[in-house]
C-alpha cells in the first residue's frame, strides 16, 4: 500500500497520474436505486475519449461525480493522483481550476454578458483583465460569438449559449475538459467545427470526455468509448 | 464567417483590432434586486435613528460640560443680615477673606439695591424692603481652568463671619452632571441597539441574496472560485448598499438638524426661545455633532460589510 502510494505521488509530479481513476464506485440518488454500480476505469492524461449510453443512463451522473459535486456512495474516486475523499475546501478549489466544464444546460450567469461569462474563470483566479482580453475575445471569435460579446445569455440562442459554455470552460486550457452533449444544440457543420476544437485543446495536452449520444459525432473520431447501461460501464477501445 | 487558421489560443494574434470597452465590472453577484433596495432603506431608517440619537447625546454632554464651567466658574457668599451685627462690615471682611483665597480672578459684590432688585420677579415692584432681611450675595469669579479648594475659605468665613455662608454649587453640579450623563447613556444604548437591528437585518437580507443566489454560487465554484472570493464579492455588494443606505440616512439626520437649528433661532426672539436655549444652548451642532453622524454613517456601512461577509462565509460552510 506504501509502495502504491509512492508509486502514485511520484507519477503524480511526473504528470502521469491518470486523471480521473475510479474503483468500485456506486452512487445513488438520496434513498433511490444505485444510478451507477462498481465503476472501474481510469482516464489517462491527454487521452480523447467519448461517453455514451442511452438518455438516463448516468451521464451527467458520472461527469458530475468527476466534479466533485455528487460523492460516490461507495468505491474511490482520486483525481490527479489524489483521494479526494479526505480534500480540504483549498484541494478541492485547486482541482476544479484544473478542470473545465460544458454543462449539459450551460449554467451560464444571466447578468453577465457573454464576454464576462468566458472571461470568468480567469476573473475568479483574480487575473487583471488587461491580461487576459485578447485571448478571450479571439475564443469568442473562433467559436463564430465574435460580433455577441456584449449581448446577456438570455438573448442568445441555443446554440450561441452552448458555444460561449464551451468557451468558458476552455479559456483556461484545463488538464481535464468535461463536456455534457456540447454539440446537441447546433448543426452538423458547427459539430464538426467544435469537435475540432476539442481535438486542439487534447493535442495541447488535455484530457478529453465528451458526453453524448449523437452516434454521427462519436463516428467521426476512432477513438475509446465509455458505454454506460444498466448503471454498468464497458469499454469500447 | 471565415474559420480563422488555428484555435490555438496561447497566441493571441493582434491582427484584428479589440473592441474599445469590453470592461463593464458587472457585479459577480446580483444583489441590486427588489431586496436589495428595501435592505438600503432599512439601513437608511436605522442610520438615521442611530444618527439622531447620537447628535441628541453629543448636544447633551456639550451642553452639560459648558454649563459645568460657566458654573462651577463662580461661587457665591451669601450673607444674612442679623441684628447683632453690621451687615456692611461683614460684608467686608467676607469680601476680603475671598480676595486672599487661590484662583479667585474677581469678587463683585450685591449692593442693597441689587439684592432688592433680585427679589423682585418674586415679590413684586412696589414693595418697601427696608424691614425685610434680605440677604446679600457676594459673586466671586473664578480664574479659568482652575479647580480651587474652598474649605480654608469655608474655615475662615466660620470662624470670622457666622453669618456668612459659602456656595460653590457642588449639589447642583453633581445632579446636573448625573442627569446629563444618564441622558447620554440612554443615547448610547440606543444607538448599540439599532446597530444591533440593522445587523439582523443585513444577516437576514444577506441569507436571502444566498439563497437567491445558489445558481451563481454554485457556478462560481465550478469555475474556480474559493469560498474567500465568493464571500468577498457578496461583502462588496453589502458593503455598497450599506454605504447608500447610511448615506442617506446620514443626510436626512445632518438635514433635520440644520433645520431645528433655524427653528430655533427663529424662535430666539420669543421668550420661550429663550428658555429653550437656556436648556440645550443653541441648537446648532458644532463640529463634532457632524462627525459623529458621518462616524454612525461609516460604522453602519463597515458593519454591514462585516456582517455580510460573516453571513456568507458561514452559508458556504454549511452548505459543505
Ligand atoms: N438530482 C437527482 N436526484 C434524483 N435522481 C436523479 C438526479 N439526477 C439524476 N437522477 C437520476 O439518475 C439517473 C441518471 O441521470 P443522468 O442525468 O445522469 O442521465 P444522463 O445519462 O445524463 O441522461 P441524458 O442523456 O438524458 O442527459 C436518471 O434515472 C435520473 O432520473
Ligand atoms: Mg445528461
Redesign the pocket.
Given at each position: 500500500m506504501q509502495r502504491v502510494k509512492a508509486l502514485y505521488e511520484n507519477e503524480f509530479d511526473q504528470g502521469l497520474a491518470p486523471a480521473v481513476h475510479f474503483e468500485n464506485v456506486g452512487v445513488r440518488?438520496?434513498m433511490?436505486p444505485e444510478?451507477l454500480r462498481d465503476l472501474t476505469f481510469s482516464i489517462e492524461p491527454r487521452s480523447f475519449q467519448f461517453l455514451t449510453?442511452p438518455?438516463?443512463?448516468?451521464?451527467?451522473?458520472l461527469l458530475r461525480l468527476i466534479l466533485l459535486s455528487v460523492r460516490p456512495t461507495r468505491g474511490l474516486v482520486s483525481l490527479f493522483g489524489q483521494d479526494v475523499s479526505k480534500i480540504s475546501k483549498d484541494g478541492l478549489t485547486a482541482l476544479r481550476r484544473r478542470m473545465g466544464v460544458v454543462f449539459?444546460d450551460f449554467r451560464l450567469l444571466d447578468h453577465l454578458t457573454t464576454y464576462e461569462n468566458v472571461a470568468l474563470p480567469l476573473r475568479v483566479q483574480g487575473k487583471e483583465e488587461a491580461s487576459y482580453r485578447a485571448e478571450v475575445v479571439e475564443l469568442l471569435r473562433w467559436v463564430g460569438l465574435g460580433d455577441r460579446m456584449h449581448v446577456l445569455p438570455p438573448v442568445l440562442s441555443g446554440g450561441e449559449k452552448q458555444r460561449a459554455a464551451i468557451a468558458r470552460a476552455l479559456i483556461v486550457r484545463p488538464d481535464l475538459l468535461l463536456a455534457d452533449?456540447p454539440t446537441g444544440n447546433v448543426d452538423p457543420s458547427l459539430a464538426r467545427r467544435l469537435l475540432r476544437l476539442f481535438i486542439e485543446l487534447n493535442r495541447l495536452g488535455t484530457s478529453v470526455v465528451i458526453a453524448t449520444?449523437d452516434f454521427s459525432l462519436m463516428d467521426q473520431l476512432n477513438v475509446r468509448r465509455l458505454v454506460?447501461g444498466d448503471g454498468h460501464l464497458h469499454i469500447d477501445a | 464567417m471565415s474559420e480563422p487558421s488555428s484555435p490555438n489560443p496561447r497566441q493571441p494574434p493582434a491582427e484584428r483590432p479589440l473592441p474599445a470597452s469590453l470592461r463593464r465590472n458587472a457585479p459577480l453577484v446580483p444583489v441590486e434586486s427588489a431586496g436589495g433596495r428595501a435592505l438600503a432603506a432599512v439601513i437608511a431608517i436605522l442610520t438615521f435613528l442611530a444618527a439622531l440619537c447620537a447628535g441628541g447625546a453629543e448636544l447633551v454632554a456639550a451642553s452639560s460640560a459648558q454649563w459645568q464651567s460657566a458654573v462651577s466658574r463662580e461661587i457665591t457668599i451669601q450673607v444674612r443680615p442679623q441684628a447683632q451685627r453690621s451687615i456692611e462690615a461683614d460684608i467686608e471682611q467676607a469680601v476680603s477673606l475671598a480676595r486672599r483665597a487661590p484662583g479667585v480672578e474677581e469678587v463683585q459684590t450685591f449692593s442693597k439695591a441689587e439684592s432688592e432688585r433680585l427679589l423682585e420677579p418674586w415679590l413684586g415692584t412696589g414693595l418697601d424692603f427696608s424691614d425685610l432681611p434680605v440677604p446679600r450675595l457676594i459673586v466671586i469669579k473664578l480664574q479659568e481652568g482652575t479647580q480651587p479648594d474652598f474649605s480654608g475659605l469655608r474655615q475662615a468665613l466660620r470662624e470670622k463671619v457666622p453669618t456668612a455662608s459659602l456656595d460653590d454649587h457642588a449639589l447642583w453640579l453633581t445632579r446636573l452632571s448625573t442627569m446629563a450623563n444618564t441622558v447620554i447613556v440612554v443615547g448610547l444604548v440606543l444607538v448599540i441597539l439599532v446597530l444591533v437591528a440593522a445587523s439582523l437585518a443585513v444577516t437576514f437580507a444577506t441569507r436571502g441574496a444566498m439563497a437567491g443566489n445558489r445558481e451563481v454560487v454554485d457556478v462560481l465554484h465550478f469555475v474556480g472560485a474559493n469560498d474567500d472570493y465568493i464571500a468577498r464579492e457578496f461583502q462588496r455588494r453589502f458593503f455598497r448598499l450599506g454605504l447608500r443606505g447610511s448615506a442617506m440616512g446620514a443626510g436626512a439626520a445632518l438635514i433635520v438638524t440644520i433645520i431645528l437649528g433655524m427653528l430655533t433661532r427663529s424662535w430666539r426672539a420669543s421668550p420661550a426661545g429663550d428658555q429653550l436655549e437656556a436648556l440645550f444652548g443653541s441648537f446648532s451642532i458644532g463640529w463634532r455633532g457632524y462627525a459623529t453622524v458621518i462616524l454612525i454613517a461609516l460604522i453602519v456601512a463597515f458593519i454591514t460589510a462585516a456582517i455580510s461577509r460573516l453571513t456568507v462565509r458561514r452559508f458556504l460552510n454549511e452548505a459543505g
Open positions: 440518488y438520496g433511490g444510478v449510453g438518455s438516463g443512463a448516468g451521464k451527467t451522473t449539459q452533449e449520444h454506460l | -
